[in-house]
């Protein structure tokens, strides 16, 4: 590939990453990428290149020059793709300050360490063995199952048996 915008598009094809996406991803406006990928801008800033790089999974100086190999060694894997509503997640995720991010951080992986605990005991008592991933709880429960939780606590729940009822108190 001769070009910038296409070595780009072949990195974003091969990723499933819209322009759109990418420019959000890299803090890019969508025209900049647009015009890169039309090939009505020539180059990128080094911010910006090693960003897209990054994002892609690819190896920066093939970006920038085309020589070498396409994927980098040291990347992640290529990533997932997500819906516009999460994006919009993320974007809302990352204007909150450090300490409202942690806490909500926490709260997150103390609900989905709650999940993987009732389908872990759901496919136990079902004589099912396996590790409990997020397709497997899909699997099992058709979506996510809902974990009950009373304010910060969350309360012990297995499918399948009844919820206790609530006091007058509680109410």
Do not use: C
Request: without cysteine; glycine residues 8%.
């Amino acid at each position: 590939m001769v070009t910038l915008g296409e070595r780009l598009q072949s990195a974003m094809d091969a990723r499933g990453v819209t322009v759109s996406r990418l420019a959000k991803a890299v803090g890019m406006s969508y025209q900049g990428i647009k015009k890169i990928v039309d090939g009505k801008t020539q180059g990128m800033s080094a911010d910006n290149l090693m960003a897209t790089a990054a994002f892609l999974s690819v190896n920066a100086e093939w970006l920038r020059t085309g020589a070498g190999e396409r994927d980098s060694a040291s990347a992640p894997a290529a990533p997932r793709s997500i819906s516009e509503s999460q994006w919009a997640l993320l974007e809302d995720f990352e204007m909150l300050p450090d300490d409202e991010k942690q806490a909500l951080r926490t709260t997150l992986k103390a609900k989905a360490d709650h999940v993987r605990k009732i389908v872990t005991e759901y496919l136990g008592r079902q004589g099912m063995t396996g590790s409990v991933t997020d397709a497997r709880v899909r699997e099992t429960f058709g979506a996510p199952p809902p974990a009950p939780y009373k304010g910060k606590q969350i309360e012990p729940f297995h499918p399948g048996e009844k919820k206790p009822a609530k006091s007058r108190r509680e109410g």
